[in-house]
């Protein structure tokens, strides 16, 4: 049973931080991908950041470039999203996701395992 919860949300302003975590369990594979993605209230989920498993490849969406780093510690079984300068536009909820691809992608449709999400908020 696949199981992914995303954690350290809350209310920050303007050019704060947080450190996101995603934790998991349930799944031994040798590829696949852990994605974050955000929904702003009223938009589409768009994608973040992911992190693969072959050679730790990465992928930042333009919007966070800079200003956001993904990483992994495997022993913990966590992948951290690392958010800085935030942006009131960065408000929303973060999920993480799990694909069975072994590099990185944004596409929704090849993560078939989500957790339930973690709200940021960020003011102006």
């Known amino acids: 049973d696949v199981q992914l919860q995303a954690s350290g949300g809350g209310l920050v302003q303007a050019g704060g931080s947080l450190r996101l975590s995603c934790t998991t369990s349930?799944?031994?594979?040798?590829?696949?991908?852990i994605g974050w993605f955000r929904q702003a209230p009223g938009k589409e989920r768009e994608g973040v950041s992911c992190?693969?498993?072959?050679?730790?490849?990465?992928y930042y969406a333009d919007s966070v470039k800079g200003r956001f780093t993904i990483s992994s510690d495997n022993a913990k079984n966590t992948v951290y999203l690392q958010i800085n300068s935030l942006k009131p536009e960065d408000t929303a909820v973060y999920y993480c996701?799990?694909?069975?691809?072994?590099?990185?992608?944004?596409?929704?449709?090849?993560?078939?395992?989500w957790g339930k999400g973690t709200l940021v908020t960020v003011s102006s």
């Open positions: 996701a799990l694909s069975l691809l072994g590099y990185p992608s944004m596409d929704k449709a090849d993560y078939g395992s």
């Open positions: 992190i693969s498993s072959s050679d730790g490849m990465t």
């Open positions: 349930g799944f031994t594979f040798d590829d696949y991908t």
